[in-house]
T-cell receptor, first 113, second 114 residues
Framework: AQTVTQSQPEMSVQEAETVTLSCTYD???????LFWYKQPPSRQMILVIR??????QNATENRFSVNFQKAAKSFSLKISDSQLGDAAMYFC??????????FGGGTRLMVKP | EPEVTQTPSHQVTQMGQEVILRCVPI?????FYWYRQILGQKVEFLVS????????KSEIFDDQFSVERPDGSNFTLKIRSTKLEDSAMYFC????????????FGPGTRLTVL
């Protein structure tokens, strides 16, 4: 079974600075998809970014980018120019042949003004 | 922008009672999902639904759970006889396709079983 691990339960960043959230996963598959979701205090899961494993180019979405290292099975999220509204739980998720998303345990990001 | 909606936002029930959680997926989506998140824990997959039948389910989705699409818009999760450990946030999600497509989540229903 696939597993997703987020080794940082909590991270903090100063407003306007850059922070990187870590995610590793375990799979024997070569084709899969990876996601970062944000969960603010309202609890709704919001897609931040999506990466297709067959694409070597790292996905970017405005201030959010990923560092996808397929051989190392690593998928970190970089948030540039952090804003107060970025404070939330961030979940890394994996999807392969089935319909299900497998989530990591989450990282709580605090943004200091 | 279209979004997934869920009702109620909070449901309180007594142990042993039946509850139905409701979701309205995005209208052109074909795949529907339920996930749950026990407080402080990971988000866990329960079930996926396509073409009016279950396409995948987890070990958590036992006989006390059922899903239904009673009409062209609603997607429901029924828990027949609730247990204390069913207390969790339940998220509905939908996607156009299955593998690899982005799943869009609703705001969740907080279920409290007393």
């Amino acid at each position: 079974a696939q597993t997703v691990t987020q080794s940082q339960p909590e991270m903090s960043v100063q407003e306007a600075e850059t922070v990187t959230l870590s995610c590793t996963y375990d799979t024997s598959e070569s084709d899969y998809y990876l996601f970062w979701y944000k969960q603010p205090p309202s609890r709704q899961m919001i897609l931040v970014i999506r990466q297709e494993a067959y694409k070597q180019q790292n996905a970017t979405e405005n201030r959010f980018s990923v560092n996808f290292q397929k051989a190392a099975k690593s998928f970190s999220l970089k948030i540039s120019d952090s804003q107060l509204g970025d404070a939330a739980m961030y979940f890394c998720a994996y999807n392969n042949a089935g319909n299900m998303l497998t989530f990591g345990g989450g990282t709580r990001l605090m943004v200091k003004p | 922008e279209p979004e997934v909606t869920q009702t109620p936002s909070h449901q309180v029930t007594q142990m042993g009672q039946e509850v139905i959680l409701r979701c309205v997926p995005i209208s052109n989506h074909l795949y529907f999902y339920w996930y749950r998140q026990i407080l402080g824990q990971k988000v866990e997959f329960l079930v996926s639904f396509y073409n009016n039948e279950i396409s995948e389910k987890s070990e958590i989705f036992d006989d006390q759970f059922s899903v239904e699409r009673p009409d062209g818009s609603n997607f429901t999760l029924k828990i027949r006889s609730t247990k204390l450990e069913d207390s969790a946030m339940y998220f509905c999600a939908s996607s156009v396709w299955n593998v690899g497509d982005t799943q869009y989540f609703g705001p969740g229903t907080r279920l409290t079983v007393l």
